[in-house]
């Protein structure tokens, strides 16, 4: 009696706590509102991940991006299919856009929707340097991403047809668009309006199974990035890796032409190794940082050999070509624009010749301060020199020796420094009076 009433309250006790549980699963949310990468990537895995642990009913996506690198992409998809917990993805606000990459994770969603005033499509393949590709490549590449989003969109019962358009014809299409030919589930003004659509309505998970979703009136806690990923995000962005780069190089060389400033070469060291990391994680041509490298040197020799700027133009053109070179992807948003390439090559350009010409300059230059820079100068006999006496050089009197006899009044020349004593020359006849002038 004691053992079934025990199990009871045992049996009791779970079922509440299942209830409990079931209660107080939330929405977890997060927004994405840059390009794919692999900082992307890692946000939206850690926030499956979370979902997952929590319990929560679904995982809701706001989506905001022009698109971004494929492996990335492949990895999100891979996620998000594999997600024990569903994934919703809108994108919005109005005005935005998932294109390209974005409109392969909107198909891959267990709800995908779209706010009025958005667009997506766009997923046509091209090359590196954002040209169509020709000949037997476009046809394998488009076949293979072609086959992608057909595996995506055939498994979440959707349009094919229309979604295979957009890689191969690179169609775009507005949310109504989208709707009408099934490639989304809902248009929906706001969260909340998309929760309402949903109750109640069963939708296809990856693996076959149909579900239904209550989420109006649910909680929906929001998911943001780690500190890490908050800092590092922005600097994968292309151009802000090459700055980082540039001010970085920039911060070094101050450095060695000013040793002991410490700050701009503490600066430059942290730049750069920041811009080596986003670099490590794009596509990088390295033959792109071939030709920044080589500018450096052409602003060099501009300094040195003053050829009236044609190694300073040349190290400016090859500095902007690397940039525009240096990471490998089709889409422009994930190169290094135009107006960046020149708008740090021509200032960084000039600067560094300035700076490295005065440099040059002040080596050349003759020593005219301490024991050096008296040698050379010429001074006045004042007490004859038999051999030794003294003479009057650089405002100050100094004993000097000389190998012949010297009288008053004469002018001499510096040959050497020996301790607190000169070593002096008698001036030639022909430079007597130039010298009695320098001496008045």
Request: overall charge neutral; proline content about 5%.
């Amino acid at each position: 009696m004691k053992l079934r009433l025990l199990s009871r309250c045992t049996y009791a006790l779970l079922v509440a706590m299942l209830f409990s549980s079931v209660a107080s699963a939330e929405v977890l949310k997060i927004m994405v509102n840059d390009m794919i990468h692999p900082i992307t990537q890692e946000y939206i895995e850690r926030a499956l991940a979370e979902a997952h642990r929590n319990h929560d009913q679904a995982v809701l996506i706001e989506l905001d991006t022009p698109g971004g690198l494929l492996d990335s992409t492949r990895n999100i998809i891979e996620k998000i299919s594999s997600s024990p917990v569903p994934v919703i993805i809108y994108v919005a606000p109005s005005g935005h856009r998932a294109a390209s990459a974005g409109f392969f994770i909107l198909e891959s969603a267990d709800i995908a929707a779209m706010a009025p005033g958005t667009n997506t499509g766009a997923a046509h393949p091209v090359s590196s340097n954002g040209d169509d590709i020709k000949g037997t490549m476009k046809e394998k590449a488009e076949n293979d991403a072609a086959a992608l989003m057909r595996s995506v969109v055939s498994k979440r019962g959707r349009n094919v047809d229309a979604a295979e358009s957009a890689v191969r014809q690179s169609k775009s299409f507005t949310e109504q668009e989208a709707l009408s030919q099934k490639l989304i589930d809902y248009v929906a003004d706001n969260e909340q309006d998309l929760f309402k659509q949903i109750q109640g309505k069963p939708f296809k998970r990856f693996e076959g199974q149909t579900m239904t979703l209550d989420l109006v009136g649910q909680k929906v806690r929001p998911f943001d990035m780690t500190l890490r990923q908050r800092i590092l995000s922005p600097i994968v962005n292309p151009n802000v890796a090459f700055l980082l780069l540039i001010i970085g190089a920039f911060g070094i060389y101050f450095e060695f032409n000013h040793p002991g400033a410490v700050i701009p070469g503490t600066a430059g060291v942290i730049l750069i190794l920041l811009a080596a990391f986003a670099l490590n994680i794009l596509p990088t041509r390295f033959t792109a940082l071939g030709l920044i490298i080589a500018s450096f040197a052409l602003f060099a020799l501009e300094a040195k050999y003053a050829t009236h700027g044609i190694l300073g133009i040349g190290g400016i053109i090859t500095m902007t070509m690397g940039a525009l070179l240096l990471v490998d992807s089709p889409m422009p948003e994930m190169r290094v624009h135009l107006f960046t390439a020149l708008a740090a090559s021509i200032p960084f350009g000039i600067i560094t010749i300035f700076l490295m010409n005065i440099a040059l300059k002040a080596r050349a230059n003759k020593v005219v301060t301490g024991e050096q820079g008296l040698i050379g100068e010429i001074g006045v006999v004042q007490t004859a020199l038999t051999p030794s006496g003294k003479v009057f050089v650089h405002g100050e009197l100094w004993n000097a020796v000389a190998a012949a006899e010297i009288p008053v009044g004469q002018s001499v020349v510096v040959r050497r420094i020996d301790g607190l004593e000169l070593q002096v020359d008698p001036l030639p006849t022909s430079q007597q009076q130039t010298a009695a002038t320098v001496a008045l």
